[in-house]
């Protein structure tokens, strides 16, 4: 983005063609500020000048790459922030635009401070002791007059592992309910999951610094320079060392220029192109017969599969064509892949079938657990694999054990002294349905937001209002907060000590930079006073106290203690993937499925495919609150092919209607050449999130896969 310009005696750094950083390439990750040896480039700040007067070091709160920052402070208040350049961590001495520039949230001035109850139409300020005394009675009061199936705790994958222990527990033990979830559902915990499941649970999370010694990589449905940008400079650096780069995606992203070839999908198509992919490196023989034999079960009748398919027909059907496919099977013939699978495979409603084509074709090519192969399910959330492996799900227990498994439940009910129900809670999405019924009554949200970030808003906001009892726990005034009966100030992760799980599997332990604002607490020590109130025996008081209990009875957090800052997911209670002597339980591949595809609407002739840009996380909640994020004064415009902006007689700029069966948004359009007619891509976070209103709110079902990523559309000129 910046080098020299011009020669001699005018030369002197610029960006290509002397343009703006806004016109240029650049995409503001600061790199050039933290690595600036004389301080000429240095971040802006209104308020303070000069240095900070102490830094510390902590963990980035927004995506799942864990990267570590240092934090100058002054006047007790988080000013800037860089990477640490510790020797080891994920990041080095790169961060993202959100890691080094949207941290600036924490100072907003809608952060809260101060627990409050509502007392007739009025939100009234009151002390801990009273509002959580009177959160505390409530509850019991429901449960004891509905049942425990009428009360909810819906938690966040943004707090941390030892806060998601807690919140898990109290919903099982104290309020004997299985109904919690956490923030992860959108992303990748189900694809999690299903890995773990059709693996035996010896899923070994590979470290990023692996990408860079990849034989070989697919990225598939990712656009990690938007999502996650650190671990797009790991596939960056593979591919400028000669790796073959394949990207799989319906819309050219940033990662295209780097790659070897784009296979440009269908939306909804991949599995078959995967599918055409492996039938092409079997009939080339680039199976692995070696690890096929020693690792692996039913080859024989997915090969029967392979064999029945007419890869003409169903390369058409994917939208990429034989030639590119043909390119793509020479590449990696021979070679371990690296998989690299986004939220554009993982928030399909086929996503299921996806992820078995993926692991198939991992199996085949003996790529699954390899040094140089691998899988890589991109996590949207900083702490999303940290608050399934505490049990912050429906469906499961600390330690990843299902909450049917009868003999894990009798564990921990003898280790928690309770009973336990063996029949899994409700996710989130069942929580709304189940509030619309009158059967839910109480929902304790701490965390998150679903008023903005899940589909369909307007049906969320009416849902939520049903309830008869609201708790919102957050650091920031909401959507959601408004519509509360109780609202509990909380910490931020730099206000607070903790540890994260990355999208490794590497637990990262902090500790504090700054004191919360106001009276606001550490959500752990929220959770602890409230589980007194409610009467727990046992009172944590430290967060020490709470990780020798993780470390305890979750054995692959064995390592999780107060003197160790990193560490990593331990394989004690899962059987290893691949033994040395090639003996353990054989991993099985899954038959080839047919393809169900959706029925094409005439009235909705675009499809619209949702994704979120480098500058804002999620919904937005925080990343909105940024003033150096909303200074760049970023519009979310809708991208539109040129064939189908003349078709609709759009220009350049236009604002229009985009119009979907659950609702409509109205946006600015910018001709994208690259994008196939007949798609759209239409950015989140914008607007109030108003993108959400053209979900539909569907059910998450058994495999968890809400199919939240693309809808069908319609485009009217205002």
């Not at 996590?379 to 608050?387: L, S, Y």
């Not at 369909?456 to 408004?482: G, H, Y």
């Not at 909380?490 to 999208?503: C, H, I, L, P």
């Amino acid at each position: 983005a910046i080098d020299y310009n011009l020669r001699g005696f005018k030369s002197r750094p610029s960006t290509v063609y002397d343009l703006t950083l806004e016109q240029s390439n650049c995409t503001f990750c600061g790199t050039c500020v933290s690595m600036c040896p004389t301080g000429a480039l240095a971040p802006t700040n209104t308020r303070w000048v000069g240095t900070p007067l102490r830094e510390a070091s902590t963990i980035c709160g927004f995506c799942g790459v864990g990267c570590s920052v240092v934090m100058g402070v002054a006047e007790d208040r988080v000013i800037e922030t860089g990477p640490s350049h510790l020797q080891g961590s994920v990041n080095g001495a790169t961060l993202c635009v959100r890691g080094h520039f949207a941290h600036d949230f924490l100072n907003s001035g809608g952060r809260l401070t101060q627990p409050m109850i509502r007392k007739g139409d009025d939100m009234v300020a009151v002390s801990w002791d009273e509002a959580l005394e009177g959160i505390a009675c409530r509850l019991l009061e429901i449960k004891k007059e509905y049942g425990p199936q009428s009360l909810a705790l819906f938690g966040s994958s943004k707090c941390t592992n030892e806060e998601n222990y807690l919140f898990q527990k109290i919903a099982r033990v104290l309020l004997g309910t299985n109904n919690v979830d956490n923030g992860g559902y959108r992303a990748g915990r189900s694809a999690l999951i299903l890995i773990d499941q059709r693996i035996g649970g010896g899923y070994r999370i590979s470290p990023l610094t692996s990408l860079e010694k990849a034989d070989s990589i697919v990225v598939l449905g990712a656009d990690p320079s938007h999502s996650t940008p650190v671990l797009s400079y790991y596939l960056k650096r593979s591919a400028r060392r000669g790796t073959p780069l394949i990207v799989v995606d319906p819309r050219k992203t940033d990662l295209v220029s780097f790659s070897s070839l784009w296979l440009p999908t269908l939306p909804g198509r991949d599995v078959d192109l995967i599918n055409c992919l492996a039938a092409l490196l079997w009939k080339k023989f680039a199976h692995d017969t070696n690890f096929i034999d020693r690792f692996t079960e039913g080859f024989s009748t997915y090969n029967e599969g392979l064999s029945a398919f007419n890869i003409e027909r169903l390369c058409v059907a994917s939208g990429t064509d034989i030639e590119a496919l043909e390119r793509a099977s020479d590449l990696l013939k021979g070679k371990r892949i690296a998989f690299v699978v986004g939220h554009g495979i993982t928030q399909q409603k086929g996503a299921a079938k996806c992820i078995d084509a993926i692991l198939n074709l991992s199996l085949m090519t003996g790529s699954l657990g390899a040094v140089t192969g691998g899988l890589y399910l991109l996590a949207r959330e900083n702490n999303e694999v940290g608050a399934w492996d505490m049990g912050a799900v429906p469906h499961g227990l600390p330690g990843r054990q299902l909450i049917k498994d009868d003999t894990a439940r009798h564990q921990w009910e003898r280790t928690w002294k309770a009973t336990l129900s063996p029949d899994g809670g409700l996710n989130v999405v069942r929580m709304i349905e189940e509030a619309e019924r009158g059967n839910l009554k109480a929902l304790y949200l701490m965390g998150e937001n679903p008023v903005r970030s899940l589909p369909d808003p307007e049906r969320t906001r009416k849902a939520l209002e049903r309830l008869d009892f609201l708790v919102v726990q957050d650091i920031l005034e909401n959507e959601t907060s408004e519509l509360a009966d109780a609202v509990l100030p909380a910490a931020a992760f730099s206000e607070k000590g903790g540890s994260f799980t990355n999208m490794e599997g590497r637990i990262q332990s902090f500790e504090p930079v700054v004191s919360p604002p106001g009276d606001a607490r550490p959500d752990w020590e929220i959770l602890d006073l409230l589980s007194m109130k409610i009467g727990y025996p046992v009172r944590y008081r430290s967060l020490d106290m709470i990780r020798a209990e993780i470390a305890q009875l979750v054995p692959m957090y064995a390592g999780l203690n107060g003197n160790s800052a990193v560490g990593w997911i331990k394989e004690t209670g899962h059987k290893r993937l691949f033994r040395p002597d090639g003996q353990g339980q054989a991993i099985s591949f899954s038959a080839v499925a047919p393809t169900a595809y959706e029925v094409f609407d005439d009235g909705y002739p675009l499809i619209a495919i949702l994704g979120s840009l480098r500058y804002h996380l999620g919904s937005g909640t925080r990343t909105t609150r940024s003033e150096r994020i909303e200074a760049l004064g970023l519009k979310g415009e809708v991208e539109i092919s040129p064939k189908d902006a003349e078709r609709l007689n759009l220009q350049d700029g236009e604002a229009v209607r985009i119009e979907s069966v659950n609702g409509a948004v109205v946006r600015e359009i910018r001709l994208e050449r690259s994008l196939r007619q007949g798609h759209i891509f239409v950015p989140m976070t914008f607007n109030g999130n108003d993108a959400a209103s053209l979900l539909e709110l569907s059910p998450l079902g058994e495999a968890g896969f809400p199919g939240w990523k693309t809808c069908r559309v319609k485009i009217e000129k205002m």
